[in-house]
């Protein structure tokens, strides 16, 4: 009870009503996900079973609480989360890691293929000679 900060009386009967009615919501949740369409759940191929499972980790992870807020609000809708790729999942700080992962890459491929211009123009200078 005390992730919820409120004083006095009314303040104790808020948070235990919150504390006693939100854990319904996975309840009716799944109700309502009975009526959505997801997709194939006969991990028909190892694609969509790697997909799933993907699904599953990400919103069982407990450092993405993000992820399970949006479900939750309805802000990401069931048919858009079977086709989230990993990283559209994973956490704010992660994402922003692997952003700046491939930036880094891009960055030596870039300069790969300048020294390879450079010595391919050197290369031909010497040949022309």
Same mark, same amino acid.
């Given at each position: 009870?005390?992730?919820?900060? =409120? =004083?006095?009386?009314? /303040?104790?009967?808020?948070?235990?009503?919150?504390?006693?009615?939100?854990?319904?919501?996975?309840?009716?949740?799944?109700?309502?996900? %009975?009526?959505?369409?997801? /997709?194939?759940?006969?991990?028909?191929?190892?694609?969509? %079973?790697?997909?799933? &499972?993907? @699904? =599953?980790?990400?919103?069982?992870?407990?450092?993405?609480?993000?992820?399970?807020?949006? @479900?939750?609000?309805?802000?990401?809708?069931?048919?858009?989360?079977?086709?989230?790729?990993?990283?559209?999942?994973?956490?704010?700080?992660?994402?922003?890691?692997?952003?700046?992962?491939?930036?880094?890459?891009?960055? %030596?491929?870039?300069?790969?293929?300048?020294?390879?211009?450079?010595?391919?123009?050197?290369?031909? =200078?010497?040949?022309? &000679?």
């Amino acid at each position: 009870m005390s992730q919820f900060k =409120c =004083c006095g009386y009314y /303040g104790y009967k808020i948070r235990k009503n919150l504390l006693e009615g939100l854990p319904k919501v996975a309840g009716e949740v799944e109700e309502s996900m %009975k009526e959505q369409k997801l /997709g194939p759940f006969n991990y028909g191929t190892k694609e969509v %079973k790697l997909n799933y &499972r993907s @699904i =599953c980790f990400n919103v069982r992870y407990s450092n993405n609480p993000d992820l399970r807020r949006k @479900i939750l609000l309805g802000e990401v809708k069931p048919e858009k989360l079977v086709t989230m790729i990993p990283e559209e999942m994973a956490r704010h700080k992660l994402r922003h890691e692997i952003r700046q992962i491939r930036e880094r890459r891009l960055a %030596k491929i870039r300069d790969k293929d300048d020294d390879d211009e450079e010595k391919e123009e050197k290369s031909e =200078c010497d040949d022309a &000679r």
